[in-house]
């Protein structure tokens, strides 16, 4: 079945230092993959979009990669802020794209400490 | 812009009771769905609509029923509430272009306790 681990620990950053995330996924082929940010009450915001075909995605401080091979993306924020500090979910899409609904890691926790 | 709307945001029921959660959408969006989010389980799927008229079974659609009312609105009900079915619930919405599929824009939940 298909399974999807991200860092179950949560994870702590000094502020202005770059964060890493990570999102491993076993037996599927996602066509594409995409990063949320949850916080505390509410629910979660999109961030990200990654395809398939593509290597890297950058948004601001935020960048995705996606390693097919490896089947592994992997989530940066640089410059880190307070403000950052909340669960950050992966989803990789289904196999064929489409419009089924995601499949979502269980998160992890960042915690930017000033 | 109100994006994704979902009511009741906290609601209280006993075990066999019946409720029905509701959710809209103000983006003209064609697919939307139903998740739950249980600690330790991460966001998980019941239902979703592909299309208005459509409704497809997710990974835990079992003691749920759906209705897609029209295309701004797309219901969950609880025909005989149970304790396992204690949980955050979150409807979400997006458009579907191609193969490649839309972000999908959440609602800030129902949480719901079953006693």
């Known amino acids: 079945s298909q399974k999807i681990e991200q860092n179950s620990e949560a994870l702590n950053i000094q502020e202005g230092k770059t964060a890493t995330l990570t999102c491993n996924y076993t037996?599927?082929?996602?066509?594409?993959l995409q990063w949320y940010r949850q916080d505390p009450g509410r629910g979660p915001v999109f961030l990200l979009l990654?395809?398939?075909?593509?290597k890297e995605k950058r948004k601001e401080r935020l960048k995705v990669t996606f390693d097919t091979t490896l089947k592994q993306s992997l989530f940066h924020i640089t410059a880190s802020q307070p403000a950052d500090s909340a669960t950050y979910l992966c989803?990789?899409?289904?196999?064929?794209?489409?419009?089924?609904?995601?499949?979502f890691g269980k998160g992890t926790h960042l915690i930017i400490q000033p | 812009n109100a994006g994704v709307t979902q009511t009741p945001k906290f609601q209280v029921l006993k075990t066999g009771q019946s409720m029905t959660l509701q959710c809209a959408q103000d983006m003209n969006h064609n697919s939307m769905y139903w998740y739950r989010q249980d600690p330790g389980m991460g966001l998980r799927l019941i239902y979703y609509s592909a299309s208005e008229g459509t409704t497809d079974k997710g990974e835990v659609p079992n003691g749920y029923n759906v209705s897609r009312l029209n295309k701004r609105e797309f219901s969950l009900r609880l025909e005989s509430a149970a304790p396992s079915q204690t949980s955050v619930y979150f409807c979400?919405?997006?458009?579907?272009?191609?193969?490649?599929?839309?972000?999908?824009?959440f609602g800030d939940g129902t949480r719901l306790s079953i006693l």
């Open positions: 990654i395809r398939e075909n593509e």
């Open positions: 979400a919405s997006s458009e579907v272009l191609r193969r490649s599929n839309q972000p999908q824009h």
């Open positions: 989803a990789p899409g289904p196999s064929g794209g489409g419009a089924d609904g995601l499949t």
């Open positions: 037996n599927y082929s996602p066509a594409y």
